[in-house]
């Protein structure tokens, strides 16, 4: 099974930097787009960035293009969502996501496309 655990989130003050971390748990052997999606009071969710196992491409939304980059450890067990200077709006649970059955990791950013999600981590920013 997969298994999603993300960890790392926080209350910060606007202009600060954080970084998640997405324990995965997945079958070896098979690739998947791995997203971290947000989720603020009220709103839909959003995919902030993705990342493809095939390759190690990452893939960042436009609202947050340059301050968030997505990154893998060199055990591939863990994704990394690092975000720099935060903003209020920033705020939201913040969730990592799998799939294995996408074939367009780039263009990837709805979460009805993915079929394993974590619980999530708060992200505060005031």
């Known amino acids: 099974d997969v298994q999603l655990v993300e960890s790392g989130g926080s209350s910060v003050l606007a202009g600060g930097s954080l970084r998640l971390s997405c324990a995965a748990s997945?079958?070896?052997?098979?690739?998947?787009?791995l997203g971290w999606f947000r989720q603020a009071p009220g709103k839909e969710r959003e995919g902030v960035g993705i990342?493809?196992?095939?390759?190690?491409?990452?893939y960042t939304a436009d609202s947050v293009q340059g301050r968030f980059a997505i990154s893998q450890d060199s055990t591939k067990n863990t994704l990394f969502l690092t975000m720099n200077t935060l903003k209020p709006e920033d705020t939201g649970m913040y969730y990592c996501?799998?799939?294995?059955?996408?074939?367009?990791?780039?263009?990837?950013?709805?979460?009805?496309?993915?079929?394993?999600w974590g619980r999530g981590t708060q992200v505060t920013v005031s």
């Open positions: 996501a799998a799939d294995g059955g996408l074939s367009d990791c780039s263009s990837s950013f709805q979460d009805y496309e993915y079929n394993f």
């Open positions: 997945l079958n070896p052997g098979d690739t998947y787009c």
């Open positions: 990342f493809n196992t095939h390759g190690g491409r990452t």
